[in-house]
């Protein structure tokens, strides 16, 4: 019954800005890790960036400088700011946590749907 819920996809110029949003619903006991990933077409789906429950972050190198990761525990969400963006950027967005649901002492991971966003040169 866990639901990642995502947010803040669209169209945008190069140089602009979007902020993804992901929020955690259901029943679990804890999140330990929520990040985004994202896959272009053509391309394997690769890590943009990732937050621990303890606020670690780690960025893919290609978005490092100009993508900044956060997450409100209270809410169980996780935002992606993006600036600077590029047509490089442009892909499928997916919401990614490492969870600990109720029904299980194992940690499981969960994924949103996904939200496009396009850069346009």
């Known amino acids: 019954q866990v639901q990642l819920v995502e947010s803040g996809g669209g169209l945008v110029q190069t140089g602009g800005s979007l902020r993804l949003s992901c929020a955690a619903s259901g029943r679990f006991f804890s999140i330990n890790r929520m990040g985004w990933y994202r896959q272009a077409p053509g391309k394997q789906r690769e890590l943009v960036a990732h937050i621990t429950s303890d606020g670690t972050t780690n960025y893919a190198d290609s978005v490092k400088d100009r993508f900044s990761i956060s997450r409100d525990n209270a809410r169980n969400t996780v935002h992606l700011q993006m600036d600077s963006l590029k047509p490089e950027d442009t892909a499928v967005y997916y919401c990614?946590?490492?969870?600990?649901?109720?029904?299980?002492?194992?940690?499981?991971?969960?994924w949103g749907q996904g939200t496009q966003v396009t850069v346009s040169s």
């Open positions: 990614n946590a490492d969870l600990h649901p109720w029904y299980t002492a194992d940690v499981r991971i969960f």
